[in-house]
């Protein structure tokens, strides 16, 4: 039981700084274009003309 004392400090703490992470990430537009890094990974992106 005295680990208690330590242990919910501890993941209210990481719980909450998780929280601040995620919040922090939405107000800097991570998730604004979901289908754009879809598209960017199949886009052949050969500008070149062929030989």
Do not use: C, E, H, T
């Not at 995620?22 to 992106?45: N, T």
Request: charged share 20%.
């Amino acid at each position: 039981m005295n680990m208690l004392v330590y242990l919910i400090p501890i993941a209210l703490f990481l719980g909450a700084l998780g929280l601040l992470a995620f919040l922090w990430s939405l107000k800097s537009g991570q998730y604004d274009d979901l289908d754009g890094a879809g598209w960017r990974a199949i886009d052949d992106d050969d500008d070149r003309p062929a030989v």
